[in-house]
Protein backbone atom coordinates (compact mmCIF):
# COMPACT_ATOMS: atom_id res chain seq x y z
CA UNK A 1 0.00 0.00 0.00
CA UNK A 2 1.57 3.87 -1.19
CA UNK A 3 3.07 4.58 2.29
CA UNK A 4 1.76 8.34 2.41
CA UNK A 5 -1.85 7.24 2.00
CA UNK A 6 -0.98 5.08 5.09
CA UNK A 7 0.42 8.23 6.43
CA UNK A 8 -2.61 10.38 6.05
CA UNK A 9 -5.15 7.91 7.27
CA UNK A 10 -2.93 7.43 10.13
CA UNK A 11 -3.13 11.26 11.17
CA UNK A 12 -6.71 11.10 10.06
CA UNK A 13 -7.42 8.62 12.93
CA UNK A 14 -5.23 10.62 15.31
CA UNK A 15 -7.26 13.50 14.19
CA UNK A 16 -10.51 12.17 15.09
CA UNK A 17 -9.64 10.34 18.30
CA UNK A 18 -7.87 13.82 19.40
CA UNK A 19 -11.41 15.55 18.16
CA UNK A 20 -13.66 13.15 20.25
CA UNK A 21 -11.31 13.55 23.64
CA UNK A 22 -11.63 17.03 23.68
CA UNK A 23 -15.09 17.30 22.94
CA UNK A 24 -15.62 15.41 26.59
CA UNK A 25 -14.62 18.24 29.25
CA UNK A 26 -16.03 19.08 32.40
CA UNK A 27 -17.68 22.66 32.73
CA UNK A 28 -18.07 24.42 35.63
CA UNK A 29 -20.65 27.14 35.92
CA UNK A 30 -20.69 30.00 39.14
CA UNK A 31 -24.13 31.20 40.38
CA UNK A 32 -25.45 33.04 42.95
CA UNK A 33 -28.84 33.06 44.81
CA UNK A 34 -30.21 36.22 46.10
CA UNK A 35 -32.76 36.44 48.52
CA UNK A 36 -33.80 40.22 47.87
CA UNK A 37 -35.97 40.46 51.09
CA UNK A 38 -32.87 40.16 53.29
CA UNK A 39 -29.32 39.67 53.63
CA UNK A 40 -29.38 35.71 52.86
CA UNK A 41 -27.34 34.61 49.84
CA UNK A 42 -26.17 31.11 48.55
CA UNK A 43 -23.23 31.53 46.21
CA UNK A 44 -21.07 28.56 44.57
CA UNK A 45 -20.21 26.34 41.56
CA UNK A 46 -21.77 23.00 39.65
CA UNK A 47 -19.30 21.25 37.24
CA UNK A 48 -20.72 19.31 34.58
CA UNK A 49 -19.84 16.92 31.94
CA UNK A 50 -20.54 18.51 28.97
CA UNK A 51 -21.24 15.85 26.46
CA UNK A 52 -23.80 14.98 29.42
CA UNK A 53 -25.51 17.84 29.31
CA UNK A 54 -28.49 18.91 26.79
CA UNK A 55 -28.62 22.13 25.54
CA UNK A 56 -31.38 22.81 24.53
CA UNK A 57 -33.39 20.32 27.08
CA UNK A 58 -34.12 19.44 30.12
CA UNK A 59 -31.59 17.97 32.36
CA UNK A 60 -33.29 16.07 35.84
CA UNK A 61 -30.08 14.67 37.24
CA UNK A 62 -30.69 12.51 40.31
CA UNK A 63 -27.54 12.12 42.50
CA UNK A 64 -24.60 10.82 41.79
CA UNK A 65 -24.90 10.98 38.09
CA UNK A 66 -22.02 11.21 35.56
CA UNK A 67 -23.04 14.19 34.65
CA UNK A 68 -22.31 16.32 37.53
CA UNK A 69 -18.96 16.13 38.58
CA UNK A 70 -18.64 18.46 41.82
CA UNK A 71 -21.21 20.79 43.54
CA UNK A 72 -20.39 23.19 46.24
CA UNK A 73 -22.71 26.05 47.64
CA UNK A 74 -22.32 28.33 50.57
CA UNK A 75 -25.19 30.21 52.25
CA UNK A 76 -24.63 32.96 53.91
CA UNK A 77 -26.51 36.21 55.74
CA UNK A 78 -29.67 33.30 56.80
CA UNK A 79 -31.59 33.29 60.08
CA UNK A 80 -30.40 29.27 60.09
CA UNK A 81 -28.94 27.17 57.31
CA UNK A 82 -25.59 29.10 56.94
CA UNK A 83 -22.96 26.92 55.83
CA UNK A 84 -20.72 25.06 52.95
CA UNK A 85 -22.44 22.04 51.72
CA UNK A 86 -21.17 19.88 48.53
CA UNK A 87 -22.33 17.33 46.32
CA UNK A 88 -22.82 14.71 48.74
CA UNK A 89 -25.77 16.96 50.67
CA UNK A 90 -27.97 16.89 47.63
CA UNK A 91 -29.45 13.88 45.78
CA UNK A 92 -30.82 16.02 42.23
CA UNK A 93 -30.09 18.74 40.19
CA UNK A 94 -31.96 20.56 37.24
CA UNK A 95 -30.68 22.35 34.44
CA UNK A 96 -33.92 23.16 32.37
CA UNK A 97 -33.40 25.42 29.11
CA UNK A 98 -37.46 25.43 28.17
CA UNK A 99 -36.66 24.91 24.56
CA UNK A 100 -33.78 27.86 24.03
CA UNK A 101 -30.29 27.50 22.97
CA UNK A 102 -28.31 28.90 26.05
CA UNK A 103 -24.72 30.34 25.12
CA UNK A 104 -23.03 28.71 27.66
CA UNK A 105 -20.07 31.29 26.74
CA UNK A 106 -22.14 34.35 28.33
CA UNK A 107 -24.14 35.14 31.78
CA UNK A 108 -27.27 32.57 31.38
CA UNK A 109 -29.68 34.34 33.57
CA UNK A 110 -31.85 36.86 31.09
CA UNK A 111 -31.20 34.93 27.77
CA UNK A 112 -34.18 33.48 25.53
CA UNK A 113 -35.90 30.76 26.01
CA UNK A 114 -39.18 29.30 24.15
CA UNK A 115 -40.58 30.84 27.17
CA UNK A 116 -39.39 34.22 29.02
CA UNK A 117 -35.79 34.79 29.91
CA UNK A 118 -34.24 31.97 31.48
CA UNK A 119 -34.00 32.75 35.01
CA UNK A 120 -37.56 34.09 35.46
CA UNK A 121 -39.18 32.14 38.03
CA UNK A 122 -42.93 31.43 36.45
CA UNK A 123 -42.53 27.93 35.67
CA UNK A 124 -42.32 28.96 31.63
CA UNK A 125 -38.62 30.19 31.40
CA UNK A 126 -36.62 26.62 32.40
CA UNK A 127 -35.12 26.40 35.68
CA UNK A 128 -31.69 25.67 37.61
CA UNK A 129 -32.34 23.90 41.07
CA UNK A 130 -30.36 21.99 43.34
CA UNK A 131 -32.51 19.56 45.88
CA UNK A 132 -31.69 18.41 48.87
CA UNK A 133 -34.96 16.89 50.30
CA UNK A 134 -37.12 13.94 48.56
CA UNK A 135 -36.12 13.47 44.96
CA UNK A 136 -38.73 15.83 43.02
CA UNK A 137 -39.28 14.44 39.73
CA UNK A 138 -41.59 16.09 36.94
CA UNK A 139 -43.67 17.84 39.50
CA UNK A 140 -41.25 19.90 41.20
CA UNK A 141 -42.98 22.37 43.08
CA UNK A 142 -46.13 20.89 44.35
CA UNK A 143 -46.40 21.66 48.34
CA UNK A 144 -44.43 24.55 50.48
CA UNK A 145 -41.75 22.20 52.44
CA UNK A 146 -41.94 21.14 56.19
CA UNK A 147 -40.07 22.81 58.54
CA UNK A 148 -36.66 20.83 59.42
CA UNK A 149 -34.56 21.52 62.41
CA UNK A 150 -31.08 22.42 62.66
CA UNK A 151 -28.95 24.05 59.95
CA UNK A 152 -28.85 21.85 56.40
CA UNK A 153 -28.65 21.61 52.89
CA UNK A 154 -30.57 24.26 50.63
CA UNK A 155 -33.48 22.98 49.04
CA UNK A 156 -35.32 23.87 46.01
CA UNK A 157 -38.74 25.28 46.66
CA UNK A 158 -39.76 26.93 43.17
CA UNK A 159 -38.53 27.36 39.47
CA UNK A 160 -34.99 29.00 40.14
CA UNK A 161 -35.45 29.33 43.71
CA UNK A 162 -33.41 27.81 46.35
CA UNK A 163 -34.84 27.71 49.80
CA UNK A 164 -32.50 28.22 52.83
CA UNK A 165 -32.57 25.59 55.97
CA UNK A 166 -33.83 22.85 53.52
CA UNK A 167 -36.30 25.21 52.08
CA UNK A 168 -38.05 26.29 55.23
CA UNK A 169 -35.57 29.00 55.60
CA UNK A 170 -35.24 32.76 53.11
CA UNK A 171 -36.04 32.36 49.59
CA UNK A 172 -33.29 33.14 47.28
CA UNK A 173 -33.75 33.39 43.71
CA UNK A 174 -30.82 32.80 41.00
CA UNK A 175 -29.42 36.51 39.72
CA UNK A 176 -26.35 35.17 38.13
CA UNK A 177 -24.75 32.27 36.44
CA UNK A 178 -21.92 31.90 34.10
CA UNK A 179 -19.17 29.95 32.99
CA UNK A 180 -16.25 30.13 35.21
CA UNK A 181 -13.78 33.01 34.22
CA UNK A 182 -16.38 34.14 31.61
CA UNK A 183 -14.45 31.65 28.95
CA UNK A 184 -16.23 30.26 25.98
CA UNK A 185 -17.82 26.82 26.43
CA UNK A 186 -15.88 23.78 24.95
CA UNK A 187 -16.65 23.73 20.97
CA UNK A 188 -19.52 21.04 20.11
CA UNK A 189 -18.35 18.80 17.39
CA UNK A 190 -20.55 18.65 14.50
CA UNK A 191 -20.71 15.12 14.43
CA UNK A 192 -19.40 12.79 16.92
CA UNK A 193 -16.53 10.59 17.64
CA UNK A 194 -17.57 7.67 16.50
CA UNK A 195 -18.60 9.00 12.99
CA UNK A 196 -15.37 10.54 12.50
CA UNK A 197 -13.92 6.79 13.19
CA UNK A 198 -16.65 5.44 10.86
CA UNK A 199 -15.13 8.16 7.72
CA UNK A 200 -11.66 7.34 8.46
CA UNK A 201 -12.52 3.43 7.92
CA UNK A 202 -14.27 4.30 4.73
CA UNK A 203 -11.21 6.81 3.53
CA UNK A 204 -9.02 3.12 4.39
CA UNK A 205 -11.48 1.23 2.70
CA UNK A 206 -11.67 3.01 -0.34
CA UNK A 207 -7.81 3.46 -0.35
CA UNK A 208 -7.67 -0.41 0.04
CA UNK A 209 -10.08 -0.38 -3.47
CA UNK A 210 -7.91 1.95 -5.55
CA UNK A 211 -4.67 -0.25 -4.14
CA UNK A 212 -5.98 -3.39 -5.33
CA UNK A 213 -7.54 -2.05 -8.70
CA UNK A 214 -4.08 -0.75 -9.40
CA UNK A 215 -2.20 -3.91 -8.52
CA UNK A 216 -4.85 -5.70 -10.86
CA UNK A 217 -4.17 -3.31 -13.37
CA UNK A 218 -0.68 -4.62 -13.54
Known sequence: MNASFVRCTLATLFFAGTLGVAHAAPLTFNF????????????????????????????????PNPAVLALNVTVSGSASGNGTFTLADFNEVVFD????????????????????????????SGDFNLFSGTMKGPSRYPAPPSAPTGAIAPDGVFYFTLGANGGAGEPMELVGMGVTGGATAPATLPIDRG???????????????AFRRRAVGH
Not at 97 to 124: A, E, I, R
Open 32 to 63: TFDDPASTAQAVGSITFEDSLLLNPGTNDFVL
Open 97 to 124: TFGGTLDFGSQLVGQPTSGGSWGTPDGN
Open 195 to 209: AWFALAGLLVLVGLL
